[in-house]
């Protein structure tokens, strides 16, 4: 059974550093082809990649965030660690991480964590 | 182009079929098959439906079904059952030049 979940704080003053923490189960970092993603969601609106981590260590982020974000992996946690930066009101949202699956491609995002929502606020 | 080009609203009787668009480019959705749909019904997290344009992961009913032409991929769900009623979002890899993932503007469901 694959599990992912998030954690870390709900509430962030701006301009501090947000970490959170995606803990998974049911699947390896080891294994070729296979990354973790975050996945961000303002409240009312869409859906926003954020950056990935492959099982190589290969890094990818999303250009509008690529200064700010750092996502690393602890393989023998079994976990995936994203780090912003100097956040600002405009970052609150639900912060999902999810497994991705790689086919020459990041192909799919199969498998979600159920989400924290993080309220950037003074 | 920052996102996917998605109608904001769909909606359809019960047993009915419905369509939900997604328009890229021909550097995304024109190119690659790394196309995949999301459901997501409120305050959850979403769920992936279709994946590789049209290839549907074990356990999702085969009422949803994937396509592609062009720089437009389509979700179609028939039989729609009240379930159904929730927001859609397509996703698709980018070539990795100057966007390598992105995400549609999400479509949301009404089943009548």
């Known amino acids: 059974q694959i599990t992912l979940k998030e954690s870390g704080p709900t509430l962030v003053k701006p301009t501090q550093t947000l970490t959170l923490t995606c803990t998974f189960s049911?699947?390896?970092?080891?294994?070729?082809?296979?990354?973790v993603g975050w996945i961000r969601q303002p409240p009312g609106k869409a859906l926003e990649w954020l950056g990935i981590i492959y099982w190589d260590d290969d890094k990818r982020y999303s250009r509008s965030m690529k200064s700010r974000l750092t996502i690393t992996k602890d393989t023998s946690k079994n976990q995936v660690v994203l780090s912003m930066p100097d956040v600002d009101p405009v970052d609150t949202a639900a912060y999902y991480c999810?497994?991705?699956?790689?086919?020459?491609?990041?192909?799919?995002?199969?498998?979600w964590g159920q989400g924290i929502l993080v309220t950037v606020s003074s | 182009q920052s996102a996917l080009t998605q109608p904001a609203s769909v909606s359809g009787s019960p047993g009915q079929s419905v369509t939900i668009s997604c328009t890229g480019t021909?550097?995304?959705?024109?190119?690659?098959?790394?196309v995949s749909w999301y459901q997501q019904h409120p305050n959850k997290a979403p769920r992936l439906m279709i994946y590789?344009?049209?290839k549907r992961p074990s356990g999702v009913s085969s009422r949803f079904s994937g396509s592609k032409s062009g720089n437009t991929a389509s979700l179609t769900i028939s039989g729609l059952q009240a379930e159904d009623e929730a927001d859609y979002y397509c996703?698709?890899?980018?070539?990795?030049?100057?966007?390598?993932?992105?995400f549609g503007g999400g479509t949301k469901l009404t089943v009548l």
């Open positions: 590789e344009v049209y």
């Open positions: 049911g699947f390896s970092l080891r294994t070729t082809g296979v990354g």
């Open positions: 999810a497994r991705v699956m790689w086919n020459g491609a990041p192909s799919y995002f199969d498998f």
């Open positions: 021909s550097i995304d959705v024109g190119t690659y098959n790394h």
């Open positions: 996703c698709s890899y980018a070539g990795g030049v100057t966007i390598y993932v992105m």
